[in-house]
């Protein structure tokens, strides 16, 4: 049976379709880890028996949210298109019907603020190695058996901002299969080892990058924090000599890197002039805005914060035209600000001064500036703030603008990120770059296992070993042994070896020739080995029926 799949990830601009087998599509599931899963009402049982997979919370909608023209409906006025045929989907019309759906629970539950949704994309299942959950597991990918353990993505991950460690866990779990864009990663991780000066600056403004997808993201939502906003100001300065550095390359992909990074000059510069370069983390905290953005909010800032000041400088003046030594101006709860002069010096009081109150030995005054002063003082806080919220709001506002463009430069910044990782750990374990073509061999000389490798005592080497596969000469190879003599270790080695040259990285070799393209690994784990598991028991009936293919390097 097919399925289609279609999951969102809110705070990023995740929004991807595809029709898959059940047995594929469960595990898309376990690699993307769904936190939540919709459906049709009434149909959990059937959900439950078309997927072997652990999900506690569902999300029931009506049946008539999963029809074609529901669910086309409610994405076109999403994307406000007239059709679907721009984003490749308009065909798949189960996958339509998903994708719809998701739109449908966002607006039942209140989640209005989705513009950062800017694209439907389809995952093709024939550019990715299929990995079910117990490979994942048995070979330690992304995670470890036990608490204290290794996984490959520990070893290998060098990244620096959180766009490149989360894309890095997605290329380990979805292996390319197509040899052309291998080969464009590790021409890119080739350019890194000749140009190591090139490799620091993109390190060193990478530092300064920050989480930009989620951060931009959250612009979306109206949820970003003035805080945020500096760092996105600070991720599109670092762009800037990043898109240099890639455009004077002369690396093709790097090249196409820095063409469509946009370091967002006009939002950028604008977040400059009106942010203030160390906010607070919450905009009812106040003192956001920088000052000579709003010429209101100076005067009131003026007045709340140096009311003193401010009062000195009107007392001077008026002593100065009037020639009133010793004129004070003061402040009480029945008239507020006022003037106090004298009796000797009362005849000098300007014609506009409003009389009070007397004293025994003085006169009490007010003026016009005096009652407007005292206005603005008395609510200027609350002032501030409301303005301080709606100028902030107004650049948050303009920011949305922006999303596309800020979503593809974390989209490449991860890209980078990964690729510099790669370098990087090639350097640290002394990885050789593999060749990779169509041919149907797999010829690694001095090839090591990368997790092992590393946790051996300091000193102690790892003894190296060969594998020679091909559709000729050595279609498959017997191993025996005793227990514990490593005989799982050298096919996991093996596995991890053409993984990781499969998602562009240098591997752990003297020499590896993957003259070939494997489309899928099954690593069965015998020390532990579930029997129940799908993959092992597709692997028994396909030797039932003859299935297997005698081509070892199609299927590891």
């Keep these: 049976m097919w399925y289609f799949l279609s999951w969102i990830i809110l ?35 059937a959900f439950r028996g078309g997927f072997t997979v652990l ?22 006025k999403h994307f406000e298109t007239k059709n679907l045929k721009g984003f490749g989907v308009q065909h798949l019309k189960l996958g339509i019907i998903a994708s719809g759906a998701i739109l449908y629970y966002l607006d039942q539950t209140q989640h209005t603020h989705i513009s950062h949704i800017t694209a439907l994309s389809r995952i093709e299942e024939d550019r990715y190695v299929r990995l079910d959950k117990f490979t994942v597991r048995s070979l330690e990918l992304v995670g470890t058996m036990n608490d204290e353990g290794t996984s490959l993505l520990d070893v290998i991950d060098k990244t620096i901002s959180p766009m490149g460690s989360r894309m890095l866990r997605r290329w380990i779990l979805f292996p390319l299969k197509d040899v052309k864009p291998i080969q464009e990663r590790q021409e890119v991780v080739d350019y890194f080892f000749r140009e190591p000066e090139t ?16 951060i931009i ?39 196409r890197i820095g063409e469509q990074l946009n370091a967002c000059a006009l939002i950028r510069d604008r977040i400059e002039k009106e942010i203030n370069n160390d906010p607070p983390s919450l905009v009812n905290k106040g003192g956001i805005i920088a000052k000579g953005v709003n010429e209101e909010l100076d005067d009131l ?13 009107v007392q001077q003046r008026e002593i100065e035209l009037t020639g009133i030594p010793s004129l004070k101006i003061a402040f009480n709860n029945v008239f507020g600000y006022y003037i106090e002069v004298r009796n000797t010096h009362k005849d000098k009081v300007p014609a506009n001064w409003i009389r009070k109150q007397t004293l025994v030995n003085a ?68 990885y050789i770059r593999p060749v990779v073509s169509d041919s149907d061999k797999i010829d690694i000389k001095g090839g090591r296992h990368p997790v092992i490798e590393k946790q051996l005592p300091l000193g102690e080497p790892y003894i190296a070993n060969d594998v ?44 590896a020739n993957i003259l070939t393209v494997v489309d899928e690994y099954i690593d069965d784990g015998w020390s532990g080995t579930n ?16 299935k297997i293919n005698c081509v070892v390097t199609k299927d590891l």
């Excluded at 993307?32 to 049982?45: A, D, H, M, N, W």
């Excluded at 506690?56 to 049946?63: G, N, V």
């Excluded at 800032?301 to 400088?313: F, H, V």
Aim: proline fraction near 4%.
């Design 11 to 45: 705070y990023r601009r995740v929004h991807d379709s595809g029709g898959v087998p059940s047995i594929i599509s469960t595990n898309y599931f376990n690699n993307f880890s769904p936190k939540e899963v919709l459906i049709e009402r009434g149909k959990q049982e």
């Design 55 to 76: 999900v506690s919370l569902f999300f029931e909608l009506d049946d008539w949210i999963f029809t074609t023209s529901a669910a086309e409906d409610r994405l076109l």
């Design 199 to 214: 490799k620091e600056l993109l390190d060193t403004q990478l530092e300064q990058i920050g989480d930009l997808e989620r």
């Design 217 to 255: 993201s959250k612009v979306a939502v109206g949820r970003v924090s003035p805080r945020e906003v500096v760092q996105l100001k600070v991720a599109l300065r670092a762009i800037e000599p990043i898109k240099e550095a890639c455009m004077a390359s002369g690396e093709p992909s790097l090249c």
């Design 301 to 313: 800032r003026a007045i709340a914060y140096s009311g003193k000041d401010y009062l000195l400088k």
């Design 363 to 430: 006169e009490r005054y007010i003026t016009e500036e005096l009652k407007e002063y005292e206005e603005k003082i008395l609510g200027a806080e609350e002032k501030i703030l409301a303005l301080e919220t709606r100028l902030f709001n107004e650049l948050v506002l303009a920011l949305t603008e922006y999303i596309p463009p800020i979503q593809m430069n974390a989209n490449l910044i991860g890209r980078i990120d990964c690729l510099l990782s790669f370098a990087k750990a090639a350097e640290a374990n002394k």
């Design 468 to 511: 020679y596969l091909d559709d000729e000469k050595q279609q498959i190879i017997i191993i025996t042994g005793p227990n514990m003599a490593g005989k799982s270790t050298y096919m996991r080695q093996t596995a991890l070896i053409v993984l990781m040259a499969q998602i562009g990285s240098f591997v752990p070799a003297s020499s």
């Design 531 to 546: 029997f129940e598991r799908p993959s092992f028991q597709r692997m028994i009936d396909d030797i039932e029926d003859g």
